[in-house]
């Protein structure tokens, strides 16, 4: 067999200091990010049995505040004014703190992070007010789909493991009227949180002498602790249930098939990885393409939920289609593991396989690269495949619940019923394994020498990169339901084939427009249009015909998403646009809509069009803007949640530099003041914002324990605090320095780049707008700042989306 490609590892990935502190430390030259993870080995399943949550209790608390840096200018709002990333994870037996920073700032980005970790405040005051931030977070799952169906797997486990016990904490379980409750969470972080149970992964431009150098600054404080060794986990077999019924209370059908496993090694992950890839190709003959013909499945993938000590619970994740047998689908899953298994080793395609992840890997952000699990070996994929057998196997399907809840597994109320076993169904499927990519070595295309949409210059540091952006508006009869959908799977196959070759491709209705974006080696993404361009004027009419189902799928999925999410992936789409036409989509109603339409569009860099496109050519216009208080009204169960948009009516390089100004000061203050001091709940965000062609700032927040109205009047009140708070200090200039090098390091991703440069062509700016709004914000003065504040105080236009109606006759509403 032959040897697996080696995917860049740190040249010393078993360093360690002397307190016990693990390093891994990669170089990455080119990139002007660097990350840093820091794994715990200490989760869930390693807490006090009288506290359940503890272990994501602390998760939570350590944020708030350290010996050398105050909660606000602990790592959260530090990341934030950088327009960085950051978040946390508890797992079952170990705990995730991660971030991503301009590489400069990655040392003051570490020293926050270790230091919070070693020396967290843990004040009594800020104890209470987590706990209620928690609450909020506990609520907000107990409607999740993939939180009760994690619920339900764990029930059907043999009875006593650890998986099926209450870990996410809530006010109940995590009682700080309990003396004994604060001896305990400093001892679990005491017996935890030390040099001796941490990796610490830092991913960064600087070489790996400088971030060993870092790492010992920064790590080599915390004391060594007294090792600790894990107690081995019960077994997870024999099942109590095989097949299972999960009602959900909102959200499309899904069907999970989990499998148990024992007696894995390390490479699992990677392995899991692999085979997820393979799982979810939607080249033809393979499981994906299966599935998608017999109307089974829209999608599947391949997830680890649990693995310790070599148990997992490995899970297959499928878009069920409506009314589809359950059955039928497990068979299906099972028949294709059966083939992976006697096709092993693969010959080629497993060479060829590990040479498109490792090309993935190349393509990662450092955060991503940081968390990335590495390649594969075939032994571990060979492990993880002997045991992916139908006696390990648990089928959970869901569906709306038709009753209340009549059990409890892992602290959530289910509405859970046992199935009996289906009659054994079966395959007649030919598998084959993905066939050689064409687009990895493309054929050489020249560049035409004119262009159908024009043309701006890439960046020179990217060279032979590409990006194409199309926009078709439709005519009179608008946009067919389900247009987008239906070429998407149409679609599929190639953008797949695409995506491996470094060509990221999507298309999808966007206010009342068909859009279609490519980006990537001009080569391949040339290759890739020319073979796209005839399906999307004449494509399969079976994938045409299953647009509308695919669309209200897709609602049906989006409503089992937090109120929050809901109110953010509409926006969009609330500035109305042209209507759709009926749900009918055939060939006749597909050439009627390219007859009619009108398009626009942009290329970035080393590409060009030579080819005729359908529609016709149409002048790019600004938007018109929002003008006065829209109030728009969605119908989302659950939470109350709102979000408010304030959007620039003229677009100069003046006000969107203040706007940005202000919203890079103003969003540390909201988490503080929301999330923090009033405890509403843990969803929400803050921040300027681009939405299609508009751009402005946006405030969002869900809660728990808060009617809309409540909602809408805490941001009232914050704008006003904050305008106090902005009339005695003024934003320092290292805001702007940092504002400033975002807007640089956008000029350096040839990605985020030629997005910018689309974005900036549908606003109707100049090719110059960049320079022009860097300048601008090195003058932005206070006042203007103050000016823009008041004006969102007194009435600025702002489109709102909410849960409930207008609290207040001033809005303009819409249904």
Known sequence: ????????????????????????????????????????????????????????????????????????????????????????????????????????????????LMDMLANPLLETAALWREREVLQAEYSARARDPQTLCEAALAWALAPGHPLADFHAGNAASLALESSALEPALRRFHREHYQPGRMCLTLVAPQSEQALLEMARRFGEAGVAGPRRTQTPPPAMLPLRARRLRLGLPAGAARVQLAFVLDGQGEGLEAAVHLLDSLMADPAPGGLQSRLGYLDLSDGLRLRLNYAHAGQALVVVDCERVAGADGAQLETEVLAWLAFMRRGAPWQDAWDGRLALLQRQFAALEPLELAQAPGLSTPDDLLALLEQLRPERLIRLETGPADGAANLESAGFPLHLAVLKDSPVATSVASWRLPPANRYLDPLPVPAPQASLVPLRPGLADAPQQGALFLHWSPGANGLPLGLADGLQRALRPTLGAAAQAGVAGRIEAQQGSLALELLGPSGALRQVFADLLPILQTPPLRALAQGPRLRQDALLREAGELPIRQLLARLPDSWGGDPQAPAVLDPEALARFWWQSRWHGLGVGDVGLDLELPGLPAASRAPAGQGGRSWRHLPVEGEAALLLFYPLDAISADTEAAMRLLAAWLEPAFHLRLRGELQLGYALACGFRQVGARRGLLFAVQSPRESVAGLLGHLQDFLQIQQRRLMGQAPQQALVRSLDAQLARQGASFATYARQCWFDRQAGLPADYQGQLRQALAGASPEALRQLLGQLIGGASCLALATACAPTPDWQTHA
Do not use: K, W, Y
Request: glycine share 8%; with cysteine.
């Open 1 to 112: 067999m032959s040897s697996p490609i080696a995917l860049p590892e740190p040249q010393s990935p078993d360093l360690q200091l002397a307190n016990g502190l693990r390093l891994r430390l990669l170089c990455r030259p080119n990139s002007n990010l660097g990350a840093a993870l820091v794994e715990v080995a200490g989760g869930s399943h390693d807490e006090p049995v009288d506290f359940p949550g503890l272990a994501h209790f602390l998760e939570h608390l350590v944020f708030l505040g350290s010996r050398d840096f105050s909660p606000e200018q602990g790592l959260i709002p530090f990341v934030q004014r950088l327009g960085g990333r950051v978040n946390a994870s508890t797992r079952a037996r170990s705990t995730r703190f991660f971030c991503e920073v301009p590489a400069p700032e990655l040392a003051a980005a570490l020293a926050r």
